[in-house]
Antibody, heavy 118, light 107 residues
Framework: QLQLQESGPGLVRPSETLSLTCTVS??????????WGWIRQPPGKGLEWIGN???????YYTPSLESRVTISMDTSKSQFSLNITSVTAADTAVYYC??????????WGQGTMVTVSS | DIQLTQSPSFLSASVGDRVTITCRAS??????LAWYQQEPGKAPKLLIY???TLQSGVPSRFSGSGSGTDFTLTISGLQPEDSATYYC?????????FGGGTKVEIK
């Protein structure tokens, strides 16, 4: 069945760029029926939706991060990526990649912890 | 943005109890609501989508109801493995948003 796996640095310096990749296996990333997204969870806190990308290339971001976030897709590698620029300690969180549909997010990656610290 | 308010934020109940969690949206979202269960250290797991449709493989003791602005997640016959935090999410419009979560403890 379809699986998602996040990868990237676990430690990022303040003011630098956080970059994560999600690799999709066991299924196609090139489907118009789904979107691919990122959600994060600061330690001890709730879930925060970051943004989505569709196969068409359309993207949607949460307003609080929109000026710093980019989500992109590489269908040839079955991957999609997250970039957050100018990070601060407030960006420390577990980052999840996920697949979503009209009514739900049905498949989640296991999550990767990213710490922003000097 | 659509705000989702979950209540209670914490509840403690005994095995076998019927438990209800409420999610209220700041504006109407039709049936574009999902419920997730998150165990400590794990990714969220989809329980209910379209407000009341049970995800495949999820035990039938979980049920969802509601439409518009008021939604409920019910666990009928609480089990020890149901100890977790539960989140609602609206998918009616961007930006997508989550409720603050309800932590369920087994007495």
């Amino acid at each position: 069945q379809l699986q998602l796996q996040e990868s990237g640095p676990g430690l990022v310096r303040p003011s630098e760029t956080l970059s994560l990749t999600c690799t999709v296996s066991g299924g196609s990333i090139s489907s118009s029926n789904y979107y691919w997204g990122w959600i994060r969870q600061p330690p001890g806190k709730g879930l925060e939706w970051i943004g989505n990308i569709y196969y068409s290339g359309n993207t949607y971001y949460t307003p609080s991060l929109e000026s710093r976030v980019t989500i992109s897709m590489d269908t040839s590698k079955s991957q999609f990526s997250l970039n957050i620029t100018s990070v601060t300690a407030a960006d420390t969180a577990v980052y999840y990649c996920a697949r979503g549909g009209t009514y739900e997010i049905d498949i989640w990656g296991q999550g990767t912890m990213v710490t922003v610290s000097s | 943005d659509i705000q989702l308010t979950q209540s209670p934020s914490f509840l403690s109940a005994s095995v076998g109890d019927r438990v209800t969690i409420t999610c209220r949206a700041s504006q109407g979202i039709s049936s574009y609501l999902a419920w997730y269960q998150q165990e400590p250290g794990k990714a969220p797991k989809l329980l209910i989508y379209a407000a009341s449709t049970l995800q495949s493989g999820v035990p039938s003791r979980f049920s969802g109801s509601g439409s518009g602005t008021d939604f409920t997640l019910t666990i009928s016959g609480l089990q020890p493995e149901d100890s977790a935090t539960y989140y609602c999410q609206q998918l009616n419009s961007y930006p997508l948003t989550f409720g603050g979560g309800t932590k369920v403890e087994i007495k």
